[in-house]
């Protein structure tokens, strides 16, 4: 079965670091794309960024870049987004998703639909 | 970025109806378009991939249609486990975007 789970619930002081996971297993890590979604409360779905394991390939939203980075350690299967300094407006739940990919007319492999999704990780921070 | 606007942001309907959500491009994506399901509380869960494939498991009263700038997901029944939250999202870049949501409520 194809999974993602995701690291527990964290609470956080505005200006505090974090680092949250998103474990992969029941299929070949490197050859899928892994998404971060962010949903604040009682808001939709906000992509920020994906990772592409087997070669480190990162993107950022416009709206993310600079303010989180994506990485990857392949040998464990495990995506990684990270703050280095939290603000309130970080509070939101964060979901991974995994992606395939398909090649585009230049023949770039461009990530497509999100299937399957990690169960989130509640980020709040408060002071 | 391509902007991805749904419409209505919200819908009021009974069991029995037929639902139409819209979710359009600011510039043409092909087909390079899904749908998602979310629920209260929980992680969003794929409908629909490539503007029109159904995914494995989905029941067959959903389907998506479109091409370009124009899409629509259709529930063509509307069952009581259907009263959710749906979103688009492109991929016709490395840039991904979601459309605002769809919320379905019970009239």
């Known amino acids: 079965e194809v999974q993602l789970v995701q690291s527990g619930a964290e609470v956080k002081k505005p200006g505090e670091s974090l680092k949250i996971s998103c474990k992969g297993s029941g299929y070949s890590f490197t050859s899928y794309w892994i998404g971060w979604v962010r949903q604040m409360p009682g808001k939709g779905l906000e992509w920020m960024g994906i990772i592409y394991p087997g070669d480190s390939d990162t993107r950022y939203s416009p709206s993310f870049q600079g303010q989180v980075t994506i990485s990857a350690d392949k040998s464990i299967s495990t995506a990684y987004l990270q703050w280095s300094s939290l603000k309130a407006s970080d509070t939101a739940m964060y979901y991974c998703?995994?992606?395939?990919?398909?090649?585009?007319?230049?023949?770039?492999?461009?990530?497509?639909?999100?299937?399957?999704w990690g169960q989130g990780t509640l980020v709040t921070v408060s002071s | 970025d391509i902007q991805m606007t749904q419409s209505p942001s919200t819908l009021s309907a009974s069991v029995g109806d037929r639902v139409t959500i819209t979710c359009r491009a600011s510039?043409?994506?092909?087909?390079?378009l899904a749908w998602y399901q979310q629920k209260p509380g929980k992680a969003p869960k794929l409908l629909i991939y490539?503007?029109?494939s159904l995914e494995s498991g989905v029941p067959s009263r959903f389907s998506g249609s479109g091409s370009g700038t124009e899409f629509t997901l259709t529930i063509s029944s509307l069952q009581p486990d259907d009263f959710a939250t749906y979103y688009c999202?492109?991929?016709?870049?490395?840039?991904?975007?979601f459309g605002g949501g769809t919320k379905v409520e019970i009239k």
């Open positions: 999202q492109q991929y016709n870049s490395y840039f991904l975007t």
């Open positions: 510039q043409s994506i092909s087909s390079w």
């Open positions: 998703a995994r992606a395939g990919y398909y090649y585009d007319s230049s023949g770039y492999y461009l990530p497509n639909w999100f299937d399957p």
């Open positions: 490539k503007a029109s």
